[in-house]
C-alpha cells in the first residue's frame, strides 16, 4: 500500500513563506504526477501546483504563480511546495496527491478526480 505524508504546515503571517513535504512510502507505484491541492472552508478542492515526476514539467494555478514553487526529489521520494509571499486566502488545508495514470509529456492533470493516491492533508493558516 502506498502512504503520502505531508508535513510543514502551519501558522505564519501575511508575506511569510512556509515549505511544505508530501513523502512516498511503502510499495512502489508508478506516478504520472505529482499534486498539491488545497481546500478552505465551504470550498472546493482545487489543485494549486503539480510536477510531472519523469520529467519535471510544472502547472500553477494562476492564483499562485510566481509566489509558489514546486519541486521534487527522487532520491527521497518526496515532492515540496514552498509557498512565499503568503497571503490570508492561502488560508486551507493542502493534500498530496499521485496520479498514476499514464499521460503524454506536458498534460498534467488537474482535476481532483484524476488523482486516486491523497495524504491526510496539512494545515496551513496565514494571519493578516
Known amino acids: 500500500q502506498v502512504q503520502l505524508v505531508e508535513s510543514g504546515g502551519g501558522l505564519v503571517q501575511a508575506g511569510g513563506s512556509l515549505k511544505l513535504s508530501c513523502a512516498a512510502s511503502?510499495?512502489?507505484?508508478?506516478?504520472?504526477?505529482m499534486g498539491w491541492f488545497r481546500q478552505a472552508p465551504g470550498k472546493e478542492r482545487d489543485i494549486v501546483a503539480g510536477?510531472?515526476?519523469?520529467?519535471?514539467?510544472?502547472y500553477y494555478a494562476d492564483s499562485v504563480k510566481g509566489r509558489f514553487t514546486i519541486s521534487r526529489d527522487f532520491a527521497k521520494n518526496t515532492v515540496y511546495l514552498q509557498m512565499n509571499s503568503l497571503k490570508p486566502e492561502d488560508t486551507a488545508v493542502y493534500y498530496c496527491?499521485?496520479?498514476?495514470?499514464?499521460?503524454?509529456?506536458?498534460?498534467?492533470?488537474?482535476?481532483?478526480?484524476?488523482?486516486?493516491?491523497w495524504g491526510q492533508g496539512t494545515q496551513v493558516t496565514v494571519s493578516s
Open positions: 511503502g510499495r512502489t507505484f508508478s506516478r504520472n504526477t
Open positions: 496527491a499521485a496520479d498514476t495514470t499514464w499521460r503524454p509529456r506536458g498534460q498534467i492533470a488537474t482535476n481532483v478526480y484524476d488523482y486516486g493516491i
Open positions: 510536477i510531472m515526476w519523469s520529467y519535471g514539467d510544472t
